[in-house]
């Protein structure tokens, strides 16, 4: 044979180079033989269609960025003798995609490798540095902090892919683990990255009145920590207006990097943290750290002039842990599973474009604290989901790799984007929280006040916020309520899509055969991720509620603010339901067999009661 034809059989580079070939001998069934032959055809393929033109996107275009890093296998995951590298990452010119090796034993005990493409706008492989995501990321956003756009960049990912390893450094994780290599400048984390270009600009002339305070803190079991002062407990405050304030933390003045670096390291120690079995240094909390710009403006000092927010989430997979684990790691999975999935609603509707006052920030800690950061058209977000390589991490890796798409869709074969753009897309991409849900509703008096609510809103990063403010407002969550939310917390995130690896409905075998077999699949999974979030939402709503008419009941003054509230309240209640309304449809409008009767879903009272939908739309879904 040839040495073409011998690569046609399937005989791997190592087969070739180091071991006898021997004539007729069949292929290597191996899971790591297969999928190194899919590697390679994967690879040639990639290499012949590098340069798509198609799909070249204005920077200032794209509010939300997301990408995928891989990290490299450790050294005791490489070691062992079941190890595979299953995934791909392919980068193109202007988006990147990644391919999930994902095994299967068929029922004759026939194993098969089934291929899962997703895309990204930016993808990076084992050998990629923290510098390389961060000069192609969050560089650029950097000048416009300056110019008062608020930026915030989030980790997430399963425990062990290296959210922290990304944010911090090297030299700041895996200490336990023993890796610890404080000389790798070029794995600096992005806060010490962004923080060294942050003062080269803002020691320019032209800058010199903006000061830089950093603050850090945790957010665990619903509650914040300030990790820079001593885990004091602090607040999450909302005044009349919506802007969020967190009375009692404290903002360290800092003039460089290294000062900062010396800063975050005290805290990082403060930091909950346990052991997973794939990460001595787990993080068992959501960590934010905050760069505040500020400066005069007349005679008020300290205005916030605009921020730069770096999230390192806690591990997307502790939801899971939720049966084995003593109370307090239940109750901590159950409170990361909803603020994860809030979070991950709360963007969605922020990249199909969304009203601000449908958007459901109230469903978990983690979006009322982001709230600042996200609302108007000056916000930025890098979003750095992290995998892990390892065949053993796979069913983690698909659900990190399933959020981040529905965070941001792209079409697996080609990149193109799928979302905001057009009415269709935004149709497809619909959930709980998508607020495009919200056109088929009548226009009601209410409406039109909460539209002026949103242009408010929408230029909030703009308005500048004067530290000095005293504080009147209300508290969202009160101590008391915490506990009774974190029960049924645990409860709503019992199955979460997020932490359940078998969950069904989402299996993507080729961008052919996806859009017939996971249509259906997939409105189930938007139905019950849509119903989880409303449910979430509903959480939220109430704890406001009680909040509300406790304050009102207190001091009958402020029953003018109350009524104003109260509609908001409604509003966004309806939207809710009008949401899960028309999921349930869709639901039903992509089953092709035993469809419900007309008679069997009671859609005059969905009319009576919401207002939200007309029978019109109800026979369009069926038909
Ligand atoms: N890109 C990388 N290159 C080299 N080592 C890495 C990389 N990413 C992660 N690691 C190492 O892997 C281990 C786990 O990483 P890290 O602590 O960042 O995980 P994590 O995602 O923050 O997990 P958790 O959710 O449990 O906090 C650490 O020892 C870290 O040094
Ligand atoms: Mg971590």
Redesign the pocket.
């Not at 990912?157 to 990304?166: I, V």
């Given at each position: 044979k040839s040495f073409d034809d011998r690569t046609d059989t399937g005989a791997s580079a190592d087969q070739m180079t180091n071991k006898v070939f021997v004539h007729g001998m069949p292929d290597d069934t191996s899971w790591s033989a297969q999928v190194s032959r899919l590697r390679e055809a994967n690879e040639v393929e990639h290499s012949e269609q590098l340069y798509n033109e198609g799909h070249v996107v204005d920077e200032e275009e794209m509010p939300i960025r997301v990408i995928v890093?891989k990290?490299?296998m450790?050294k005791r995951e490489a070691s062992a003798s079941d190890s595979v590298d299953v995934i791909q990452p392919l980068t193109y010119n202007n988006y990147g995609r990644v391919l999930v090796y994902q095994p299967k034993t068929r029922v004759d005990l026939t194993k098969e490798i089934e291929t899962l493409p997703f895309a990204f706008d930016n993808v990076f492989d084992?050998v990629s540095s923290n510098l390389d995501i961060y000069d192609s990321t969050v560089r650029n956003l950097i000048p416009g902090v300056f110019d008062g756009k608020w930026a915030s960049v989030f980790a997430y990912?399963?425990?062990?892919?290296?959210?922290?390893?990304?944010m911090m450094g090297?030299g700041l994780?895996?200490k336990k683990?023993g890796?610890q290599r404080n000389d790798d400048s070029e794995?600096f984390g992005l806060y010490y990255l962004a923080a060294q270009d942050l003062f080269k600009q803002a020691n320019q002339r032209r800058n010199q009145h903006i000061s830089v305070g950093a603050s850090l803190f945790e957010i665990y079991g619903g509650k914040l920590f300030d990790l820079l002062n001593n885990r004091h407990p602090i607040k999450c405050l909302e005044d009349q207006k919506g802007k969020v304030c967190f009375p009692g933390l404290s903002e360290h003045p800092v003039s460089d990097a290294d000062e900062l670096m010396t800063v975050i390291e005290q805290g990082a120690s403060k930091r909950s943290t346990g052991t997973?079995s794939?990460?001595a240094?787990?993080?068992r909390s959501h960590a934010v750290l905050q760069l505040s710009l500020r400066k005069q403006v007349g005679r008020q000092s300290n205005v916030e002039h605009a921020r730069l927010s770096f999230i390192?989430l806690?591990?997307s997979e502790r939801g899971a842990d939720t049966d084995k684990a003593c109370r307090t790691t239940r109750l901590e999975g159950a409170e990361i599973n909803t603020s994860l999935l809030a979070l991950k609603e709360v963007i969605r509707a922020l990249a199909t474009g969304g009203k601000m006052a449908h958007i459901p920030f109230r469903g978990s800690k983690l979006t009322q604290v982001l709230k600042q950061g996200f609302v108007g058209k000056n916000s930025r977000t890098v979003m750095v989901s992290?995998v892990a390589p390892n065949l053993s991490n796979c069913d983690h890796t698909l659900n990190t790799l399933r959020y981040a798409d529905r965070v941001k869709e792209r079409n697996a074969e080609t990149g193109q984007l799928v979302g905001a753009a057009t009415a269709s897309s935004i149709k497809t991409s619909k959930s709980a929280t998508t607020p495009t849900g919200n056109s088929s509703r009548p226009a009601r008096s209410s409406f039109s006040e909460t539209e002026n609510i949103d242009d408010e809103e929408d230029d909030e990063p703009n308005e500048e916020m004067d530290a000095n403010d005293s504080y009147s407002m209300e508290e969202l969550v009160s101590e008391d309520e915490d506990d009774d939310s974190a029960v049924l917390n645990n409860i709503l995130s019992q199955t979460s899509p997020i932490s359940s690896p078998t969950r069904a409905g989402q299996k993507v075998k080729n961008q052919n055969k996806t859009e017939s077999i996971s249509s259906k699949k997939q409105a189930a999974q938007a139905l019950i991720d849509t119903h989880r979030t409303v449910m979430t939402g509903m959480l939220g709503i109430v704890k406001h509620e009680m909040t509300l008419v406790n304050t009102t009941d207190a001091d009958r003054d402020k029953i003018e603010d109350y009524l104003v509230d109260l509609e908001t309240v409604h509003d966004e209640q309806l939207s809710m339901l009008s949401n899960l309304r028309e999921s349930l449809l869709e639901y039903y409008g992509s089953r092709d067999s035993a469809r419900p009767r007309h008679s069997d879903i009671p859609h005059n009272r969905s009319t009576d009661t919401s207002g939200v939908l007309s029978d019109g739309s109800f026979e369009d879904l069926r038909d």
């Open positions: 890093r990290r490299p450790s084992e990912g399963q425990t062990g892919s290296g959210k922290t390893f990304t090297s994780t895996g683990a890796n794995n997973t794939a990460n240094d787990s993080s390192d806690a591990g992290c």
